[in-house]
């Protein structure tokens, strides 16, 4: 009964290959192989999304509850949240005083660090540049050293 359930987490995949989290372009060719190209990108980037959702549920209103506790839970009854999760959502806030966020905020807020190329105002064209990149705030970070945790 618990995979049949699992089943519908599958389902939300499929719907959601061409969600607004992650990006993928629109399919605008029919030749075969291009396509089969392009369902793979899909359902890679879907994968993708679905490691950082789970990476970064200690930041986000996601529920942490143990993996055993939800394998061991009737199937059949409509799921729980925990007492944590309720509280994140109450107060909109984590256990350290932070804001919680939403995935997608979470995810245009990592979208502020930029990579930029620079040259002298005083530069002459086809003269040297450098890259400056933006440092991450604390919450960030954070994000970042989560994602770094992700062993596949």
């Not at 396509?35 to 529920?63: E, G, R």
Request: proline letters at 5%.
């Amino acid at each position: 009964m618990l995979n049949y359930k699992r089943l519908a987490e599958i389902e939300r995949g499929f719907r959601t290959l061409k969600g607004i989290d992650l990006s993928v372009r629109p399919i605008r060719h029919r030749l075969e192989g291009r396509v089969k190209a392009h369902i793979l990108i899909s359902m890679l980037a879907y994968y993708v999304q679905w490691h950082m959702i789970q990476a970064w549920a200690p930041l986000t209103f996601k529920d942490e509850a143990d993996a055993d506790q939800a394998r061991e839970r009737d199937p059949v009854a409509p799921a729980q949240r925990s007492q944590a999760a309720l509280d994140k959502v109450t107060s909109r806030q984590l256990p350290d005083g932070t804001p919680a966020m939403s995935f997608t905020r979470l995810l245009a807020h990592m979208a502020t660090i930029v990579c930029n190329t620079m040259r002298s105002a005083s530069a002459r064209i086809g003269e040297a540049t450098f890259t400056l990149t933006t440092r991450p705030n604390p919450k960030q970070q954070h994000a970042l050293d989560l994602l770094a945790e992700i062993t596949v």
